[in-house]
């Protein structure tokens, strides 16, 4: 029998925040702020926005608390005109889709884009076409040019939609979204920017890229519960995305013609849709501050690349705090003799208080140190050599401590 407190029957308190480096690269920018804490105990009762609700009934037009001065002001905060509050990045994806794509559209998106932006489309009844990374896995405006003139000449037909990640989410590469807003305007197709791993942490200015559409995800990078996202769009398409209910009862002839349809009526109730109004204020400062983000993982890769064998697959310098290494030629080769196999990395972060690295991972694997502060980054850094001198894996710290000892 366990004497560890739970929360109720088999459901354990989660400490890992509080206990631990975490690097997890989908966590860490999900973080909630204590502002966004209180609101989740204080709201949690399932319709607790809904006190103040009056005429039109809708959840974005709620004025107290102000869910509709924060819909005005996230919609600012992006470059955009309107912007709704919506169940995760996908719901954003999904609203923009069934809204564009009919049965047999092509949207074309990156090679890399998140099995999200399939699905939505996928539902939509429309076809994913793949634009290729360049050599240095980037995607740029001439491979979305080159894949669209492909969709013309093969379907006979232009793509419905243009959708693509800022910054793709398996090694977190930036790629050419203002190149790819011109080559959108060119060919007058609509265009998405997935900013799942952008909106919440840098600026974001989607008039500058050319977008006609934003989408953010609030657990992944808004400092935001789960599930939240935001879909921003311009006043010419808002009229088509959030196109309001037409249809009317045969028997009792009720309309409800204030309702959004993609929306179905009301979004993001309740705690969810509170947290990330809470959370809003720090995260319009914290957006200043990403170029510091930049610095420390640029900082640590460079203590990480002294270890011999390791190799960072993602594009150098980082221009993102998600990156993919490769420590083939290092720690896996530790991974094939040892006992505890791939599990000996995580287990000797693990005695170091460090989570979130992929279990038992020890080939190529993720990291994000969003949020780490300057000494944790230091710690973790540490914690790396560390476990290659005990391992008897060569660095060449030693040479620079010596180095800096003779300036
Ligand atoms: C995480 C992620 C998504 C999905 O976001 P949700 O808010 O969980 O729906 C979509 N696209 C990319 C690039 C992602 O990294």
Known sequence: MSIEAKIAGDIEVRTREELFINIQPIQVAGRLTPEAMKALIAYGDGY???DWCRKPFR???IKKPPIDKFHKEIAEFLGMDVARAVPGARRGFQAVANT????GDTVVMSSLAHYTEFLAVEAAGGIVKEIPPNEKNIVTGEATAEKIEK???ETGKLPKLIMIDHFDYSLGNEHDVYGIGKVAKEYDIPFLYNGAYTVGVMPVDGKKIGADFIVGSGHKSFASPAPSGILATTKEWAERVFRKSSMKGDLTGRVFEAKEVEMLGCTLMGANMIAMMASFPAIKERVKHWDEEIKKINYFLEEFLRIEGNKVVSEMPRKHTLTKVDTIESFHKIAKTHKRKGWFLSDELKKRKIVGMFFGA?????????GLTW???EYLT???IEIAEKYNIPHT???KVEKERKL
């Open 48 to 50: 607790s926005v809904c």
């Open 59 to 61: 959840l974005d037009c």
């Open 100 to 103: 564009l794509v009919e049965k």
């Open 151 to 153: 969709v013309k000449a």
């Open 362 to 370: 020890t080939k190529t694997w993720k990291l994000n140190t969003y």
């Open 375 to 377: 000494n944790q980054i």
């Open 382 to 384: 540490k914690a790396f």
């Open 397 to 399: 710290l030693a040479k």
